[in-house]
């Protein structure tokens, strides 16, 4: 069996402020990171150049947000530099393409 790795202290202080942000904190026994009212919020962090959003992800995240009645959502955070971080709140949906 895998292991899961362990998210960086930078990683869990991100995971932090987007709960202060958002007044969540204490739901800690769901699947995702974070679970407000109608939102599961599945958050992410790098101090890298970006951070690459993979189908899987997106997978997960939408099927453990459903299977709770909730909306998915992803926060991403990526350092800019000692004082900045930029963050992406991601609303995920998934629409059907029409056959013509």
Known sequence: ??????????GLNFEKQVQRSIGSG???HT????????FCIESKYTDGKGYRISLELLEKT????L???KEP??????????N??????CHIQLER???K
């Open 62 to 65: 939408w099927g453990e947000a």
């Open 31 to 38: 699947p995702l990171d974070i679970n407000y009212e109608d």
């Open 26 to 28: 204490r739901f800690w």
């Open 97 to 99: 393409k029409e056959n």
């Open 73 to 82: 959502m992803l926060i991403v955070g990526i350092k800019r530099n000692d």
């Open 1 to 10: 069996m895998k292991k899961k790795p362990r998210k960086s202290n930078t």
């Open 84 to 89: 900045q971080i930029f963050t992406l709140h």
């Open 67 to 69: 299977s709770m009645n």
